[in-house]
């Protein structure tokens, strides 16, 4: 947060010093005002591309083995352009590599789910999904496993057949 701030200041003094150029050039014929107009313009165009491509930088620097499963696109009426283009300010992953299996319970897997948002650390929820029955749940301290490798005390929810989560999740067996 505290570079993308240096760097808008930086755009801001670039752009004032573009048109401080361009009135030297014409002679001072440029109005006074255009000069503060413009680096506080190119602050808030600056601003806006850093929102607009914050979950492309991010994702972009992931290995290939995690995987993007859900996407938050966000309107805010201060932000009255994301209304035309909503703007991603967070998003979960799943890193595929650590997914865990119980050979007593295949159709159980365990995984970390990787919360990320804009402005906020990154999150690590542990989760468990049963993929026949199509459901999940985070690991809470409450969770228990019997002797069989079966789950008591989870908070299951249903997952939505469409979800990538279950998806990715279920789509291979890692021991």
């Known amino acids: 947060m505290f570079l993308e701030l240096i760097a808008a200041i930086f755009a801001a003094v670039a752009a004032a010093g573009v048109v401080f150029l361009l009135n030297r050039l014409l002679g001072g014929r440029?109005?006074?005002?255009?000069?503060p107009v413009a680096a506080g313009a190119m602050m808030i165009l600056f601003t806006i591309r850093m929102e607009y491509t914050w979950f492309e930088r991010t994702s972009a620097e992931f290995p290939d083995d995690v995987v993007v499963t859900r996407v938050h696109e966000s309107k805010a009426f201060f932000?009255?352009?994301?209304?035309?283009?909503?703007?991603?300010?967070?998003?979960?992953?799943?890193?595929?590599?650590?997914?865990?299996?119980?050979?007593?319970?295949?159709?159980?897997?365990?995984?970390?789910?990787?919360?990320?948002?804009?402005?906020?650390?990154?999150q690590v929820v542990p989760m468990v999904v049963d993929c026949d029955a199509r459901r999940g749940a985070p690991l809470l301290d409450t969770v228990t496993f019997d002797d069989s490798g079966a789950i008591e005390n989870a908070q299951w929810a249903p997952i939505p057949e469409d979800d990538?989560?279950?998806?990715?999740?279920?789509?291979?067996i890692r021991p």
């Open 79 to 122: 932000r009255p352009w994301t209304y035309v283009a909503p703007l991603v300010n967070r998003f979960a992953a799943v890193e595929t590599g650590a997914i865990r299996t119980n050979e007593a319970v295949p159709h159980l897997r365990m995984f970390d789910m990787l919360l990320f948002g804009r402005w906020q650390p990154t």
């Open 30 to 35: 440029l109005p006074r005002w255009l000069m």
């Open 164 to 172: 990538l989560t279950l998806t990715v999740v279920c789509k291979e």
